[in-house]
């Protein structure tokens, strides 16, 4: 059971990078980060163990690091990967995401951190290589003509702020239970967008109210968001870490595959050589000697 549910856990966080490019021109990215999270709060509240009103004084002593991470992985992650869907395809974000966990060993090894093997190095560099693969289209030329597809860079900062933030999440001390910690850090990142969500409306960027929209954030608040995070932290639990890091390794390919199916993206040259050199890199990165999932690893649940 807990192998099948691997394969739905890949396909949940396939989700959201699939609706964010389905619905472009329906919904405004920071009112579908916003709805999709305040959503997310709501499912939240039945699955923890106490409410989160009767832990606010624990909650409240760490307003800060929710702040934070709320602004990183509400805000910065969820509405910037929106954006790019605007200019990319599902496939790119997919893979331009698949670096992150490169990116967090590389971010883990700060002064007293975790130490950075040199086949930890070796599998940052592959990684990051593949992203530029696939940034320039194995067209060196691009880089010359700055002809960057602004989705790209997009997509490549929420995944270097989500490195940033599973690293804060792994080192910053809580109180908190982990469904009631991502409750916390959900109703801070509510905080955090509500004034972007009313200044994006009073510019006139407001949502289409249709079935596509209300459909997409239904989706990304159950699929990526409630049933993804859940499901992982279940795979954790019973797999033990190194396997469950699999979900980071192959949502890409997940991701492209449904592309392909659902969205009729196609796949070229480029993905390949780009999606081969982000996955060895990972798989580099996050291993240690003895083929033990990396300690960073093993926080992707939270």
């Keep these: 059971m807990a192998f099948a549910l691997l394969a739905f856990v890949l396909a949940m966080f396939a ?176 905080v955090v967008l509500a004034p972007f969500h009313l200044v994006e409306a009073l510019a006139g960027d407001v949502p289409k109210l249709d079935l596509v929209t209300i459909g997409a954030v239904v989706i990304v608040a159950v699929v990526p968001g409630w049933g993804a995070y859940t499901g992982y932290a279940r795979l954790q639990r019973t797999l033990g870490p190194g396997v469950a890091s699999l979900v980071m390794y192959l949502s890409p390919l997940w991701t492209a595959a449904l592309a392909w199916v659902l969205l009729g993206e196609q796949l070229a040259a480029y993905h390949v050589v780009g999606a081969a050199l982000v996955l060895a890199g990972v798989f580099l990165a996050t291993r240690e000697a003895g083929g033990r999932s990396n300690g960073m690893t093993s926080t992707l649940n939270r």
């Design 15 to 190: 989700a959201n990078m699939l609706v964010a490019r389905a619905v472009e021109g329906h919904a405004p990215p920071v009112d579908l980060a916003f709805w999709r999270w305040a959503s997310v709060f709501v499912l939240l509240a039945p699955v923890t163990d106490r409410p989160l009103w009767q832990v606010r004084v624990a909650a409240l002593r760490e307003w800060r690091d929710l702040l934070v991470l709320g602004a990183l992985v509400m805000g910065v992650c969820g509405a910037f990967v929106y954006i790019g869907a605007s200019t990319t395809t599902a496939n790119n974000i997919g893979l331009i995401y698949a670096a992150s966990p490169a990116l967090i060993v590389l971010l883990a090894a700060r002064p007293g951190g975790e130490r950075l093997a040199r086949r930890q190095l070796v599998g940052v560099a592959l990684s990051l290589a593949g992203v530029l693969v696939l940034i320039m289209r194995s067209d060196p030329d691009v880089l010359l003509r700055i002809a960057f597809v602004p989705g790209y860079l997009w997509i490549a900062a929420a995944a270097t702020y989500w490195a940033i933030y599973v690293v804060l999440l792994h080192y910053r001390p809580t109180a908190l239970k982990h469904n009631l910690r991502l409750a916390a850090i959900a109703l801070a990142g509510l």
